[in-house]
């Protein structure tokens, strides 16, 4: 893959803006001739995620995979033209998703509607345990203490994704609610 540069965090919470991953600050504002956010090629927008030096965009990449479950076959794609350790990253975030999207299936429904399962890609490749089991709790549990070292705790890195992207999403249906009942 050829080396392009990376772009700097407002143009990359700006692109995340566009597919709906909207509970990181800092975008830039910058906007289309349309006034509509531009658009950032999947691809691309999770090549420079998993490369991006910022823990926060890295972690969004499960984020925008919950959002944007038919990412899955991009995120193939793209795993195997990275480095080593952003290939990595991309993995380990897509994963996670796998996990929280079984572990948060009813309140992912309640915001996003019906959307496809993910399929459980890398989990057996990975040694992880099945994605159905406990319900996710257990591979995201393992996949935590892989990445982090540590053997338990209360609530994974990955888990405040999914808090903030809940929070995120409670916001705006709220924001909605008293604009449908005028």
């Given at each position: 893959?050829?080396?392009?540069?990376?772009?700097?965090?407002?143009?990359?919470?700006?692109?995340?803006?566009?597919?709906?991953?909207?509970?990181l600050?800092?975008?830039?504002?910058?906007?289309?001739?349309?006034?509509?956010?531009?658009?950032?090629?999947?691809?691309?927008?999770?090549?420079?995620?998993?490369?991006?030096?910022?823990?926060?965009?890295?972690?969004?990449?499960a984020?925008?995979?919950?959002?944007?479950?038919?990412?899955?076959?991009?995120?193939?794609?793209?795993?195997?033209?990275?480095?080593?350790?952003?290939?990595?990253?991309?993995?380990?975030?897509?994963?996670?998703?796998?996990?929280?999207?079984?572990?948060?299936?009813?309140?992912?429904?309640?915001?996003?509607?019906?959307?496809?399962?993910?399929?459980p890609?890398?989990?057996?490749?990975?040694?992880?345990?099945?994605?159905?089991?406990?319900?996710?709790?257990?591979?995201?549990?393992?996949?935590?203490?892989?990445?982090?070292?540590?053997?338990?705790?209360?609530?994974?890195?990955?888990?405040?994704?999914?808090?903030?992207?809940?929070?995120?999403?409670?916001?705006?249906?709220?924001?909605?609610?008293?604009?449908?009942?005028?």
């Amino acid at each position: 893959m050829q080396q392009r540069h990376q772009p700097d965090w407002p143009v990359l919470v700006d692109a995340l803006s566009a597919y709906g991953v909207r509970y990181l600050s800092g975008a830039s504002g910058d906007s289309g001739a349309s006034g509509e956010p531009v658009q950032m090629d999947p691809l691309d927008l999770l090549t420079y995620l998993a490369q991006s030096p910022e823990p926060h965009l890295r972690q969004a990449l499960a984020a925008l995979f919950l959002v944007h479950p038919e990412l899955a076959p991009i995120a193939t794609q793209v795993a195997g033209t990275l480095p080593p350790t952003s290939g990595n990253v991309l993995i380990g975030s897509y994963v996670a998703a796998v996990y929280l999207q079984r572990l948060w299936r009813t309140r992912l429904r309640r915001y996003l509607g019906d959307q496809p399962a993910l399929p459980p890609l890398w989990v057996d490749e990975l040694g992880l345990p099945a994605a159905d089991a406990h319900y996710g709790k257990l591979g995201l549990a393992t996949l935590e203490a892989r990445r982090s070292g540590r053997a338990h705790r209360r609530s994974s890195a990955y888990e405040q994704v999914a808090l903030h992207l809940f929070g995120q999403l409670q916001a705006e249906r709220a924001a909605l609610q008293p604009a449908m009942a005028a």
